[in-house]
């Protein structure tokens, strides 16, 4: 990671904690943060989370309101067993700056996140997205070690077409 990106990744830890500590997490299926507006409806992309990636169905979806389904596959994935970091995840989708790529922490405010998804929980969440490059990631920050999942890799590029 470059130097002053660090601070970067602070800020944007910080505003995915701050969005993730709102609303109600007692129901598994929620649709907790969409953007405003309405769209063509029907689009509907599953995203699975495991550690330390973030596995879309489809790498493009058409623009207008899309349906993200986010699952949390069973522990011991990714060469972890049950107890080390990763038992909790989040997808937050935001557009990408122009120029950015993923993991560059270089995206804006989010227009969904679904937070706080245990181990074989999925949640649902509707956003209205307009052409251009999004990021699925998750900001999570966990454990004593306090285990970053971005930074080990769990972002992924969708195309808005």
């Known amino acids: 990671m470059k130097r002053g990106s660090v601070g970067l990744v602070g800020f944007a830890l910080l505003t995915a904690v701050a969005v993730a500590c709102g609303g109600n997490d007692d129901d598994a299926r929620t649709t907790p943060i ?3 507006g309405t769209g ?7 995203v699975n989370l495991k550690n330390w990636a973030i596995e879309p169905s489809s790498a493009t979806v058409k623009a207008g309101t899309v349906t993200f389904r986010a699952t949390h596959e069973e522990e011991g994935h990714g060469g972890h067993g049950a107890g080390e970091a ?3 995840h989040q997808l937050v989708v935001a557009r990408l700056q122009d120029g950015a790529d993923v993991g560059e922490t270089k995206f804006g405010a989010p227009l969904l996140n679904l937070a ?3 181990v074989g929980e999925e949640k649902t969440g509707k956003a209205v997205l307009e052409p251009g490059r999004y990021e699925l990631s998750c900001l999570v920050v966990d454990g004593d070690d306090n285990v970053n999942h971005y930074e080990k890799g769990m972002y992924a590029l969708l195309i808005v077409e």
């Open 34 to 36: 969409t953007s405003a």
């Open 40 to 46: 063509p409806a029907g689009a509907s992309i599953t």
């Open 86 to 88: 990763g038992a909790t």
């Open 116 to 118: 706080d998804i245990k």
